[in-house]
């Protein structure tokens, strides 16, 4: 099959024919249809995550098609239209049977521990544990831009920040994530503020439903503007971004008892970030984290889809080829582009 493959961190990607993959008792292989490419790709590929193994193919946002099935799997059949959570979850240890999937310390992520999605075919194991079954009506661009970031916020918004109508609601950073927190928590009955330095992004997020944007980039002080605009600070901020900076003005930035959430990735250098943990004790703050979503969780975004509250479809920015994505994830650090960028021609 084709696949885009590194063979060192930080080294060029290239196009190669490798073996395609058979599936594990448990497990099965999709025929990729569409693929995001996401940021986490391009931290795998600079090495900051430390458990991907090299050769590595890249890519974890992913919908397709079943085209093999593991002698153990019950729910799947050849030819179901699938997608699947980033992390996934082992099915059998004390978090899964919690179901937090999202936290098993035997989680499977492809792109990371596993060979992923920039190929014509990827193994998925514990089918029967992490596997989404597609509505009939969503293509599969939409259904990959969901993979990572569209889940990750909702999960960040609804399930980690538990934002309630009427309140405000910060947003650091308007790449995919971002855009994605802003429409769910919109959907939610927010207010959002939106957060960049992008002029273009800050216009993107007003479309998705920002009530108020501020350019990072020409504030003197954000945290300060978003507690002037939300007259005392939003109930919870998201660092959508994983940046020292982001991090600090989202928590500087809530009011009394408001909740922090990091959504954005920290890691290499950022990996120990300074906090005002004074403000976080004195204005009883809350900080949480958020990893991925639960496979079980994705029929309640379903439902908002489907009513209509929720158009990830808007999000789906350039749709590439395979050879494009190369070019596409190693500049990922540069932010060139806007809302979801998804590989759909293989």
Not at 217 to 240: M, P, Q, Y
Request: charged fraction near 20%.
């Amino acid at each position: 099959m084709k696949a885009v493959v590194y063979e060192a961190f930080n080294q060029m990607p290239t196009i190669q024919n490798v073996a395609s993959p058979d599936p594990a008792i448990g497990g099965v292989v999709i025929k990729v249809e569409a693929t995001g490419v996401c940021r986490s790709d391009w931290h795998g590929w600079v090495g900051h995550d430390r458990g991907i193994d090299l050769p590595h193919i890249p890519g974890h946002e992913l919908a397709g098609i079943v085209e093999t099935v593991g002698s153990d799997v019950c729910k799947w059949r050849i030819g179901d239209r699938v997608t699947v959570p980033f992390v996934g979850g082992c099915g059998s240890c004390a978090d899964c049977d919690s179901g937090n999937q999202q936290v098993c310390d035997n989680q499977f992520q492809p792109g990371f521990n596993a060979k992923g999605s920039f190929a014509e075919y990827v193994a998925i194991d514990y089918a029967d544990t992490n596997l989404v079954r597609l509505p009939d009506e969503m293509d599969f661009a939409t259904a990959a831009s969901l993979g990572c970031r569209f889940v990750t916020s909702f999960r960040a918004v609804v399930d980690q920040g538990r934002v309630k109508p009427g309140q405000w609601v910060a947003v650091h950073g308007c790449g995919g994530v971002g855009l994605s927190a802003i429409m769910i928590a919109t959907a939610m009955g927010a207010n959002v503020v939106a957060v960049d330095i992008s002029d273009a992004a800050l216009d993107l997020a007003r479309s998705m439903g920002a009530v108020a944007v501020v350019n990072g980039k020409t504030s003197s002080n954000v945290a300060k503007e978003i507690r002037e605009i939300t007259k005392g600070g939003a109930h919870v901020s998201l660092d959508a971004l994983g940046h020292p900076v982001t991090c600090n003005n989202s928590i500087s930035c809530l009011r009394k008892q408001g909740r922090h959430v990091q959504v954005g990735l920290m890691l290499g250098e950022h990996r120990k970030p300074s906090i005002p943990m004074a403000r976080v004790i004195a204005f009883e703050l809350e900080i949480i984290g958020t990893h991925g979503m639960q496979a079980h969780r994705y029929d309640a975004m379903f439902a908002m889809i489907n009513s209509g509250k929720l158009a990830p479809e808007k999000l789906v920015g350039k749709q590439i080829s395979l050879e494009q994505s190369i070019d596409a994830l190693v500049t990922m650090d540069q932010f060139g582009g806007a809302g979801v960028t998804v590989v759909t021609s293989f």
